[in-house]
């Protein structure tokens, strides 16, 4: 069975928490579970557990996918990710 792009599948963005749409744009920008902690005033652990639970939701196997989901999707821009 061949697998249907992420782009034809219905709402996916509308499966994460609000916390998650708010992580997803961190991890894409290349911010690692301490920095995306220190931000948002969350531990590392509960920032890893959101991001695997981000991919998990999302079909996706690693955080360049993320990314390059976010891309994609208009979530963040190549510009926000030099930074």
Same mark, same amino acid.
């Given at each position: 069975?061949?697998?249907?792009? %992420? $782009?034809?599948?219905?709402?996916?963005?509308?499966?994460? !928490?609000? /916390?998650?749409?708010?992580? #997803?744009?961190?991890?894409? &920008?290349?911010?690692?579970?301490?920095?995306?902690?220190?931000?948002?005033? %969350? $531990?590392?652990?509960?920032?890893?557990?959101?991001?695997? !639970?981000? /991919?998990?939701?999302?079909? #996706?196997?690693?955080?360049? &996918?993320?990314?390059?989901?976010?891309?994609?999707?208009?979530?963040?821009?190549?510009?926000?990710?030099?930074?």
């Amino acid at each position: 069975m061949a697998q249907v792009p %992420i $782009s034809h599948r219905p709402n996916l963005l509308d499966q994460l !928490s609000p /916390r998650e749409r708010e992580i #997803l744009p961190l991890v894409a &920008q290349g911010k690692d579970n301490r920095e995306i902690g220190s931000i948002l005033f %969350i $531990s590392e652990k509960t920032a890893k557990n959101y991001v695997t !639970s981000i /991919r998990k939701k999302l079909g #996706l196997k690693n955080r360049t &996918q993320i990314a390059l989901f976010a891309l994609k999707e208009g979530i963040i821009s190549l510009e926000e990710t030099n930074e």
